[in-house]
């Protein structure tokens, strides 16, 4: 039964992964459309959705001090509306949740 305010209370945390150079040496699996998978608990979180955000926008970094400065300054200049935004859409976030029985949904 949250609101908007009580959303805007909380400190929202992730862990993320960045990649130095242009080659992260992960194996990547492609399906056809009509075998994608859905994960089955989406995450609530909108914190992923400002990782994603900065990650659109990372430059190659070649070194971990270019990292930590292109991620300081790319945080930065994060657009406010966006997070504000994301925190406001947490009640329908968690009732789409519900509503998908802890489902896949639109968020």
Known sequence: MWNVTDS????????SRFVLGTDDKRVRVWR??????VACSPN????EHVWDQ????????????DL???VQD????LPQDNIRCL???MPDR?????AAGGGPTCH
Do not use: G, T, Y
């Open 32 to 37: 056809l459309p009509d075998l994608s998978m």
């Open 68 to 70: 930590e400065l292109a």
């Open 8 to 15: 805007q209370m909380v400190v929202f945390s992730d862990e």
């Open 74 to 77: 790319l945080w930065a200049h």
């Open 44 to 47: 609530l979180s909108p914190v």
């Open 87 to 89: 925190i406001n859409s």
């Open 54 to 65: 900065l990650k659109r926008h990372m430059p190659s970094c070649h070194s971990v001090h």
């Open 94 to 98: 968690v009732v789409a949740c519900i």
